[in-house]
Structures are given as C-alpha cells and as structure tokens.
C-alpha cells in the first residue's frame, strides 16, 4: 500500500521503475510493477485505506470462479465445473489469505489465461489464442513466477501433436499467443519505456539479496529440501481432502481423461522446480491451486454420480471448512 502513488502516476510507476526499485517496500521489489499498479486502480474507488483495499483484493479476487469455472465446464461439463467450483471457493489457501495478501488478485489473470488457452488449443480459434497471449502477458507483469504456468502450455502443446488432428490447433495457438504477448510488451515498452529483461534482472538480484540475509537472521534448509515442502505446503493449503482426491485421478488408470491429467501432473511437478522460494507455498503458489483441485472436482464429481448421492461432496466441504478453522485457530495464519 505504501507503495501507491511511487512515480506520480501508473505510467510514471511503469518508467521509473527501476530508478524507485531500491525503495519499494520487501514485496514490491521482488516483482514488477504489476501488484501496485492493481492496488493504485483499486484504491481510485475504495481509497488507499488498509481495509478498503482489502475488501476491494477480496472482491477482485473473487471474480477468478468466473473463468475457472468456464474452463472447467469446457473440460468436464456442467456438473463437474460447479463441484470444481465449491472446492476452489473451499481451498484454506483461498480462505486464510485472501483478505492479508494480494496474491489473489493474480488469480483472475491466471485463470482467464488457462480458460482462453484451453478455448483455444481445443477450437483452433486465432481470436482466443491472441487473447490469451494478452492476459499471459499481462502476468508477466504481475509476477514473473505467473510465467510458469507457460510449462502448462507446452505440455499441453505437446500432448496435442501427438493427434493428427489436432495439431493445426497447437499451431495457431502457439502463433496467435507469441505474436500478441510480444506486441503487448511492445506497447508497454511504447508507451512507458517499461524494459522486462531490465526489471526481471533487479527482481532477481533482490530475490538472491533476500535469500542471503535469509539465511543470516532466520536460517532456513537448503533448496533442494523444499523441492519436498513445498509441495506438502502447498498440498495441506490446497485442502487435505482435495489433494488426495486429486492424487488419486492423477494416478488412476481408468480415467477417461487420463493424457489430460498425466500432463497436470508433469506440471505440476516442472511447478516445484521452478518455485524458487524457500517457503511461503501456502499463499505465493496460490497458482497452483487450479491444477489440485480440478483433478479432485472430476474424481468427486465421478463419486457422486456413481453413488446418486452428494454426499461426498458435502463432506468434503465441511472437512474444508474444519480444515480452514483449525489451521486459523492453531497455526495463526493471519499476518
């Protein structure tokens, strides 16, 4: 929040931003400028109160079920998207840290880029893949962790070319996004002198700089352990329930489905190579959350079908609800 008003407009933030960078707050200097300039847009309506842009973060963020659910009634249909749906809005992750960080209100770029992507590959629709490649871009903005969810793409690129049928799709994919996400940082380069490849190398130093001091005044295992935490934190935020539900479709041999969740399995594990961070899963890898909880939405949704009951899924939501209390109550999540 302190951050807001750096530059004296957004266009302002966007060209000094490295000359401001060393006086951004912890946060801000270890991504680009997309964060504030979110926050400066909000805070035109709510103001630059800490609650009023937390209410205005909560309400933003919310608008993610839109494209999540498009994306998962595209892949499953009507009944396993609005099941997907309840646990995304379960997720402890989603709960505990939507109204302390602003990392939710990444999630509707994420999501509308995986919605317009899939739309796309599985269309052969120039006019989605272009706009994809305008919301992909526009995560890079955010976040240069967001640009991991391109390893998705290319899995998914991948699995694509091995059908005949589809590959003309993969193709006009892969065109309509490289040529929109390149003339999207041409503009901003265009309108603000904004340089990417400049900012991502000060992101990085920072990043390193933090990790040293890290490691100076609260020590912390080495990288190579939390290629092993990372995924247990994000697994236990992402709802004990959902995440063995998602593990088993991932690796259930009668799926009919079952190329489409080998590939979010790769991806996610090409995720917890490329989270860098020693820690902090359980809110700054709130990404990831899509790729756990729609392999657990499609198992549920099979459950409940099969057995003529909702049963499963009430329960389900109900332990995610007890989950939520708990790891409030006796982990004090709030920051």
Request: hydrophobic residues 50%.
């Amino acid at each position: 929040i302190s951050d807001i008003g750096v530059g004296g407009s957004i266009r302002g933030l966007f060209s000094d931003y490295e000359k401001y960078h060393d006086y951004l707050s912890m946060h801000s200097k270890v991504h680009p400028p997309g964060p504030i300039a979110i926050l400066w847009i909000m805070s035109f309506v709510v103001g630059r109160t800490a609650l009023g842009l937390s209410l205005a973060t909560m309400a933003f963020g919310s608008l993610s079920v839109i494209p999540f659910y498009l994306w998962v009634r595209d892949l499953f249909g009507f009944r396993a998207a609005i099941q997907s749906t309840l646990l995304y809005i379960f997720v402890p992750t989603i709960v505990l840290f939507t109204a302390t960080s602003a990392d939710i209100a990444f999630m509707p770029f994420v999501l509308t880029t995986l919605f317009l992507f899939w739309r796309s590959i599985t269309r052969g629709s120039l006019r989605y893949a272009l706009a994809a490649g305008v919301t992909y871009a526009l995560c890079s903005f955010i976040s240069f962790s967001l640009v991991g969810i391109g390893s998705f793409f290319g899995f998914v690129g991948i699995w694509k070319l091995t059908d005949h049928a589809s590959r003309a799709q993969v193709v006009v994919t892969a065109i309509g996004m490289i040529i929109t996400v390149l003339l999207t940082h041409c503009l901003i380069w265009l309108w603000s002198g904004f340089n990417i490849f400049r900012v991502f190398e000060l992101c990085r130093q920072q990043f390193v700089t933090d990790q040293i001091n890290l490691d100076m005044y609260d020590p912390r295992y080495p990288s190579w352990v939390f290629r092993i935490l990372n995924p247990l934190c994000w697994f236990y935020f992402a709802g004990i329930p959902i995440s063995v539900l998602a593990l088993k479709q991932i690796f259930s041999r009668e799926s009919d489905h079952r190329a489409f969740f080998i590939v979010i399995g790769i991806t996610l594990v090409a995720f917890d190579i490329l989270y860098l961070a020693r820690g902090e899963g359980e809110r700054s890898a709130m990404y990831i959350i899509p790729f756990v909880v729609i392999p657990a939405g499609c198992y549920l949704t099979d459950t409940t079908q099969r057995s003529g009951s909702m049963q499963p899924l009430t329960v389900t939501l109900l332990f995610l609800a007890l989950q939520c209390w708990f790891t409030e109550s006796v982990l004090y999540t709030y920051w």
